[in-house]
Each structure stands twice: as structure tokens, then as C-alpha cells.
């Protein structure tokens, strides 16, 4: 019996990419589901083809629009009854140099991928604190923990979660919440294409890392394996971004160097 088996789990960025391997790894082991991102059509789309669709909502939000979340979320916890798992994934990109980047782009990239994040936790931990039990995980990456070229405010962006969630999970140990934080390397998704570029248009880019990344069900597995053991934090990937993280901690100066090098994009 898996466990994940009757859990209520929020996805939100479920309409694509590593959100929607999540929710059909999670529909397919029992999880019901709360499927969130702007595109309303592609999540009911979604929803239709999953393992038990009638026990499943669609929700649309949008991260960008925080202030809007709180409301969303408590017009949604009385149909559901509770939250169990809040994975938060919804996120953007960037492939731009820094100084070509509108600092424009850079605040949107912090209010989704930040704001958006820490909105949702707010939004839903008062239910959590009250049950003393859940689990918040947020989908970060590589990039929140190595600085990247083309990424400056992606990493940024990303770096934050990391920083926040560690005050957070320290705040919440004594109500038994688990704080998982997830650093996937490359994984085949359309990241790249949905990126932003220095002006906020689509990068509409083919990345070839990407498309040798790992597969997004596999990145769905192995963060549902993590959540599921009750870790705090897991990179997950293949080839140099897997490691990356690991030799930041042992070598700065070779970390320079293969910040440098990595000029992808
Ligand atoms: N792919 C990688 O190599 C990689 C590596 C490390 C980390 N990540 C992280 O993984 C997460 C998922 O990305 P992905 O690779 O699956 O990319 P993706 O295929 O582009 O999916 C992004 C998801 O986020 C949603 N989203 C974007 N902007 C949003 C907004 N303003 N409000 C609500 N939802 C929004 C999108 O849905 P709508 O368009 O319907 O709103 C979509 O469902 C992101 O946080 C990304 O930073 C990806």
C-alpha cells in the first residue's frame, strides 16, 4: 500500500513539466489532488486523464498575483477538508545576461517563484500548525544553491526559498511539519522554452541540457521518495548538476571555475 494513499496534496505548476509527473505519480498511488497554475483548461485536461479524476479539484491561480492567494486557498480547504502535502513547484525561468535583464523580469521571477512560494505556505500552515502534522516542499533547484549565467535572477529567486524554508523549518519542528526542500539538477521539461528573457518575453529556447536532463516522472519519484522518508533536503539529477552541490562544499575555487565555464542557454 503506498504512502501517499489518501493524502491531499496541493501541486501547484501541475499543468506541465516535473507538476504534472507529480500529480500522475500521486494519482496513481491513491493521493487526491488539488491541481493549481494559470492554464484552468490544460489542469481540467489533466485531471480528466488521472487515476480517479472525481477526486481531484482544479484550482487556478496565479503565483504572480500573491496577495490574491490567501483568499484562494481559504475558499479551497473547506472542500477538501485538509492539506496533508503542499508541493510547491509553480516556477519561471530566465536565459538572459544579467545586464541585459530589465530589472522588470528580475522582481517577476522573485514575486512567482518567491513571493508566490511563501504565500502558499502562509496561506495554508495555520490548518497544518492546528493538526500539528504536513509536509511544505518546495521545488527549488541547482540553480538556488550555485549560482548560474543566464539565471542571475532565477538563482536569486531560488536562493531565497532556500534561506526562508530553513528559517521555517525551524520554526515549525515543534508541530511536527516536515520542510522538504528539492534541488533538481537538468530534467526535460519546457523550462527552457518558458524561460524569460531580458525583456519578459518567452526565451522559447531548446536547452540541450534540459533535453538530456532526467526524465520529469523521474524527478517526480525521487521527490515523492524524499518526501515520503521525511528528508529536509534532496538534489536530484544526473551528471554534473547532480554534483555541482557537492563540490561547492568541498572546493569554492572549483566551483568558480565551473560557474564560469557553464555558459549555456
Ligand atoms: N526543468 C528543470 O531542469 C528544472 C530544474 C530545476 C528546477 N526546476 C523547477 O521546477 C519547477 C517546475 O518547472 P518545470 O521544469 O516543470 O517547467 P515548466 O514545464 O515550464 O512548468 C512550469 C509550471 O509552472 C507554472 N507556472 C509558471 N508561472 C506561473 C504563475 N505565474 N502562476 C502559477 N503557475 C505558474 C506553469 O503553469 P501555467 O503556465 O499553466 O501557469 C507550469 O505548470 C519550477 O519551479 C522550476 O524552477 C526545473
Redesign the pocket.
Known sequence: MSWFLNKKVWV??????????LAQELAQQGASLVL????QD??EQLKSTLNNPEQHMVVP?????YDALAEIVNKTLPATGQIDILI??????QRELAMDTNIEVDRKLM???YF?TIAMCKAILPDMIKRRSGSIVC??????IMGTQLRTG?SGS?FAVHGYMEGLRAELHQHGIQVLVA?????????????MNGNGQAAMLKDQ??LD?IS?KE?ALSLMQAIERGKHEVII?KGV?RIAPWIKRLSPALTRHIQRKYTDG
Open positions: 501547484t505548476g501541475a499543468s506541465s513539466g516535473i507538476g504534472k509527473a493549481s497554475s494559470r492554464r490544460v489542469l491561480l496565479d503565483l504572480e498575483r510547491n513547484n509553480g516556477g519561471i525561468s514575486d512567482i517563484n508566490g521545488v527549488s533547484s541547482v540553480a538556488g532565477y531560488k534541488a533538481p539538477g537538468y530534467v526535460n521539461t519546457d523550462v527552457a522554452l518558458n524561460a541540457n534540459n536532463g520529469p524527478c539529477g548538476s
